[in-house]
């Protein structure tokens, strides 16, 4: 099985910037998604990241650590649309599945 | 292109009713999934299927059955609905396991 960890909530300032974190435990890691789900709306693809390192994407970069069992999504120039739900996902090649298991989301809260 | 479709939008049920829920997606994708989203459990899978003719069952498939009869579509059922069925169903579907999932805007269920 898989252990995913995220905060449940976080507030942040228009402009500044924001680091939401993912931490997990899985047997056999090969991968993980960040996705964006607005209220009301469906989750959306942000960022994959298999490899450690930075993935930058516009305002938004997505980091992993493997050895650390650790990702972390940066929002840049924070924006009032940014406020949304943010989930991570983990794909674990544990059991053949391979089918991302989803953390509980963070949601985020921008403010003027 | 529509991507993912969802039938219905917002459905209210008795309990020991039953119902359909219709996915759809128009991207040729093989796999397909049924998820539930419940205020801070995060989405939960409930069956997949990877291709036409199959499915599995996920993390919470009790109460619930599916069928894949054509590639383009994934149903999912409620024999006889329950007030813990009271949820949002999200479908989504990927061109192979472990990739981008791409989801539908959601069926809000009240079950009575």
């Known amino acids: 099985g898989q252990n995913i960890d995220q905060p449940t909530e976080m507030t942040a300032t228009e402009g500044a910037i924001v680091q939401i974190n993912c931490t997990y435990q899985?047997?056999?890691?090969?991968?993980l998604f960040w996705y964006q789900q607005h209220a009301g709306e469906a989750p959306t693809f942000l960022s994959y990241?298999?490899?450690?390192g930075l993935e930058e994407k516009g305002r938004f970069s997505s980091f992993l650590s493997r050895s650390k069992g650790y990702s972390y999504l940066l929002l840049k120039e924070l924006q009032m649309k940014d406020s949304a739900s943010y989930l991570c996902a983990v794909r674990d090649q544990g059991g053949g599945s391979y089918i991302p298991t989803f953390g509980r989301g963070t949601s985020l809260i921008v403010h003027p | 292109n529509a991507g993912v479709t969802q039938t219905p939008k917002f459905r209210v049920l008795k309990t020991g009713q039953s119902m359909t829920l219709l996915c759809a997606q128009d991207m040729n994708h093989e796999y397909m999934y049924w998820y539930r989203q419940d205020p801070g459990m995060g989405l939960r899978l409930i069956h997949y299927?990877?291709?036409?003719?199959?499915?599995a069952k996920g993390e919470v498939p009790d109460g619930y059955n599916v069928s894949r009869l054509k590639k383009q579509n994934f149903l999912l059922g409620l024999e006889s609905a329950a007030p813990s069925q009271t949820s949002v169903y999200f479908c989504a579907s990927s061109y192979s396991v472990g990739e981008t999932q791409y989801f539908g805007p959601g069926t809000r269920l009240l079950v009575l």
């Open positions: 990241n298999v490899l450690d």
């Open positions: 899985t047997s056999g890691f090969n991968g």
């Open positions: 299927s990877v291709g036409e003719g199959t499915t």
